[in-house]
């Protein structure tokens, strides 16, 4: 089944320094959708464990399987659009609404 539409919730203002999650959900899709991440339309990149000098500006983690994309803490560099996408290689991919998110 191809996914839905996902739901994204994304804080519309976030304090610099704390904790912020994101989240993206759709229950229809099977099997389980990935969700991928954007912000101002670029699709944010997973961490790995290279250590390498592009991840170090990485602050935060995204999970594919879960949606979530946490910011262990969000600065004023993580103010922008964001939105996700859902897919599981059945169908279209779904995005959610772009939503602004001002730290």
Known sequence: ????TPV????SSAMTGTVVELSCKETEGSPPSEYQWYKNG???LEKTGTGSARAA???YTMNK???TLLF??????????????????IGLSQKC???????
């Open 72 to 89: 262990n803490t969000v600065s004023k560099n993580d103010t922008g659009e964001y939105f996700c996408e859902a897919s599981n290689g």
């Open 42 to 44: 670029v699709a944010l």
């Open 1 to 4: 089944v191809a996914p839905a």
């Open 57 to 59: 500006n990485i602050t």
């Open 65 to 67: 399987k879960s949606g």
């Open 97 to 103: 609404s772009v939503k602004r998110m001002q730290v």
């Open 8 to 11: 994204c919730e994304v804080p």
